[in-house]
């Protein structure tokens, strides 16, 4: 025979919305029974919440044993609804400022709401999300009923306090009651049918004595909380930018961005290049994360704009996944050459989010934003002078701009809101204009060059886990000698077999560094270069790929002209590290 515990209470709340449910609870399970739908009414007011009370319950011995509580709350039911018939509204109002009242003198309590939805808005109040999160950190864990869900995008379960679950929070000795409601709220689109609307709401219940400290400390702590649980928590996504015709206008506006999962699994320690540099990028990222204080006493908009430059596959992308990952931010991958125009790139701009980074890669490659474009351009001007309101002329031609992209830079992201970072990457760097590139807007310049020793140690130990060989002193000679990109060691120092033979893998980069030196070699013959054999080889290297020579150079001058200097520069830098 099952024996259960029998409760029923009746929660009362005064107008509007005017609810009284009675719940039946038997252990876990509970039956709420709505007093003030008339459409419950006439179901036997029948509203069946969790469990195993269900609608079979009434042919098993459960239902048996809850067969005479129904009859009697039916008919309770029907006498209520009665009541509220006849009351009048005027009646039923004084009665309930009436009873707030005597409750507000005798109770010692009070009650702060924290409403789902803030007024005159679809969008969830971010004061609820952050209790919400706040509450599933410290004290989902003591809820006995919780509510899972699965966030956009991501993998992993969330779990919340479930409805009408009260739990208990402590802060610096005061006893702080936390309890998620949930209301219907009555639409009478049609008087014998109305339309019913759920709405949730965290109440917060506390001693008055502890007013001030809730108000002061306690609040400002679960935002607090709330926001970096969020934070934790989240997906990291990487987004690309939708063609404008692809915009389409939904419920929640034009979609301009799409998202996959950002899962590159590139951290700064698997990165190889010169220990001291990537140090440097890495305290300059620690300083800009921790720096909101910073940027705003010294009135700087909170971003950071970062230019990679180097040859193909010396790991630019590499490392924008690297800081991504560092930082936990998202990553906003901005294809310039889909985007049509300056006022699609705002659009855009304005779209992204804190805490991410935007990439444009490739910038010489997306887009004519050169210094010879803007040459030619400043002479269209002179064409044009006389037609001052004629300023955005590029604009017209449907085409992003330089000038949109610096606008886009500088002008809109200071109104944006902060902790933004931009990132260019190009194997040209001489050919970006100076005004593109200069500090203030490309604030840290990284060179991304040929494979180093120091770099070669990280791939050696990521690829093979081997951290010495008696190889290793060949490979250092030879790297010095030749350049060779971390992607082209990374290619040979990958074992071919899940056994990892590390005697191969060394030796076949061996091979290779002494074919790349042998190419070189040969290259640099026919050139008239021929004071010193050695810079000879080097130096038509650098020939071979004359745009390049100032992106392979150490500094971050490219102005020079002096082939065999900048020759000497980049073998000093590579031996360096
Ligand atoms: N510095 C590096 N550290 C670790 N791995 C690297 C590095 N550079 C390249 N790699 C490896 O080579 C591959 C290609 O590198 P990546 O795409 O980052 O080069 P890139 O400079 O962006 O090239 P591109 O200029 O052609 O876009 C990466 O997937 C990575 O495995």
């Not at 209301?183 to 014998?192: D, G, K, M, S």
């Not at 339309?195 to 001693?207: D, G, K, N």
């Not at 596959?313 to 560092?326: H, Y």
Request: charged content about 30%; some cysteine.
């Amino acid at each position: 025979m099952l024996t259960f515990s029998f409760c029923l209470r009746i929660l009362t709340r005064f107008p509007p919305p005017n609810y009284i449910y009675i719940y039946l609870v038997h252990r876990d399970d509970f039956a709420s029974i709505n007093l003030t739908s008339p459409t419950s009414v006439m179901i036997m007011g029948l509203e069946m919440v969790g469990g195993d009370a269900d609608v079979p319950a009434y042919d098993s011995g459960f239902g048996y044993g809850w067969a005479g509580v129904w009859s009697t709350l039916a008919s309770l039911l029907f006498l209520w609804s009665m009541v509220q018939d006849h009351l009048p509204f005027q009646l039923e109002d004084h009665l309930a400022a009436l009873a707030r009242r005597v409750l507000a003198a005798v109770s010692p309590y009070v009650t702060i709401t924290i409403d789902e939805h803030a007024a005159d808005s679809f969008a969830r109040s971010e004061a609820y999300r952050a209790a919400e999160a706040y509450l599933s950190a410290t004290c989902a864990g003591r809820a006995a009923r919780l509510r899972a869900d699965l966030p956009d995008g991501s993998d992993r379960v969330s779990l919340a306090v479930d409805d009408h679950v009260e739990v208990v929070d402590g802060f610096r000795g005061a006893r702080l009651c936390w309890r998620k409601t949930k209301t219907l709220r009555r639409t009478n689109v049609i008087a014998w049918n109305p339309r019913e609307e759920e709405r949730r709401a965290y109440r917060l219940t506390f001693h008055r004595r502890h007013r001030a400290l809730v108000e002061a400390a306690y609040l400002p702590h679960v935002l607090a909380e709330g926001r970096a649980v969020t934070v934790r928590n989240r997906q990291r996504r990487l987004f690309t930018n939708n063609t404008s015709g692809d915009w389409g206008g939904g419920e929640d506006g034009p979609r301009v961005w799409s998202h996959v999962k950002l899962e590159h699994p590139s951290t700064f320690a698997t990165l190889a290049m010169d220990p001291a540099r990537k140090q440097e990028i890495v305290d300059d990222l620690e300083m800009f994360r921790d720096g909101k204080e910073y940027y705003a006493s010294v009135g700087k908009a909170w971003k950071r704009g970062y230019l990679l430059f180097g040859p193909p596959g010396t790991g630019k992308s590499t490392m924008i996944a690297a800081m991504a990952n560092f930082l936990d931010y998202d990553v906003y991958d901005l294809e310039l050459t889909a985007v049509k125009s300056n006022t699609e790139l705002r659009r855009l701009f304005i779209e992204t989010t804190g805490k991410s980074i935007i990439v444009i890669e490739d910038i010489d490659c997306s887009i004519d934003l050169t210094g010879k474009r803007k040459k030619s351009n400043k002479n269209d001007k002179k064409k044009k002078k006389n037609m001052p309101w004629d300023n955005d002329e590029e604009d017209k031609d449907g085409k992003v701009t330089l000038s949109g992209l610096l606008n886009f830079i500088d002008g809109l992201w200071s109104a944006c809101g902060g902790e933004r970072i931009i990132i260019f990457t190009t194997n040209h760097k001489e050919k970006l204009d100076p005004a593109l590139i200069r500090r203030g807007r490309m604030d840290m310049h990284i060179e991304m060059s040929y494979c180093c020793f120091e770099g070669f140690k990280v791939l050696a130990n990521n690829y093979l886990g081997v951290a010495e060989h008696e190889l290793f002193g060949e490979i250092r000679r030879l790297l010095e000698e030749t350049d060779m990109s971390p992607a082209d060691v990374a290619e040979n120092l990958m074992p071919r077999s899940k056994k990892k033979d590390v005697d191969a893998c060394l030796g076949k980069l061996v091979k290779a560094l002494k074919e790349a030196s042998r190419e070189a070699a040969l290259a640099a013959k026919p050139l008239p270069l021929n004071k010193d054999e050695d810079k000879d080889e080097e130096g038509t290297d650098e020939d071979e790929d004359d745009d390049n020579s100032s992106i392979t150079s150490s500094g971050h001058d490219s102005d020079s002209d002096d082939e065999e200097e900048k020759t000497t520069k980049k073998r000093e830098a590579k031996k360096k590290g």
